[in-house]
């Protein structure tokens, strides 16, 4: 069993700053190879918002360059995104993406069950 766990997500206002973090944890040895953060807002598709692979390159959505960082510590398995001069459009479910290498078996398929972040005045 492998789990991804998010938190820091709640409520900030327009301009704020928000950091969230996932941590992937389990029984089994695991290995992250890339992880990245997603986004839905209601009634809209999931959305990549920033990725992270081992080797560092990094890869952001238009609407976040900038405003967003993505980093990771692929040692802990973990990932992080600081958000900062949030706008109400960032209003979403953010959620967690593991590229991971799990006792020998690699699957990009592996998902956190979301945290909200909310913008608004």
């Known amino acids: 069993q492998v789990q991804l766990v998010e938190s820091g997500g709640g409520l900030v206002h327009p301009g704020g700053s928000l950091r969230l973090s996932c941590v992937a944890t389990?029984?089994?040895?695991?290995?992250?190879?890339?992880m990245g953060w997603y986004r839905q807002a209601p009634g809209k598709q999931r959305d990549l918002v920033a990725s992270?692979?081992?080797?560092?390159?990094?890869n952001y959505a238009d609407p976040v360059k900038g405003r967003f960082t993505i980093s990771a510590d692929f040692a802990k398995n973990t990932v992080y995104l600081q958000m900062n001069s949030l706008k109400p459009e960032d209003t979403a479910v953010y959620y967690c993406?593991?590229?991971?290498?799990?006792?020998?078996?690699?699957?990009?398929?592996?998902w956190g069950e979301g945290t909200l972040v909310t913008v608004s005045s």
């Open positions: 993406n593991g590229d991971l290498l799990v006792d020998g078996i690699r699957d990009v398929g592996y």
């Open positions: 389990g029984i089994l040895s695991i290995n992250a190879k890339a």
């Open positions: 992270i692979a081992e080797d560092g390159h990094t």
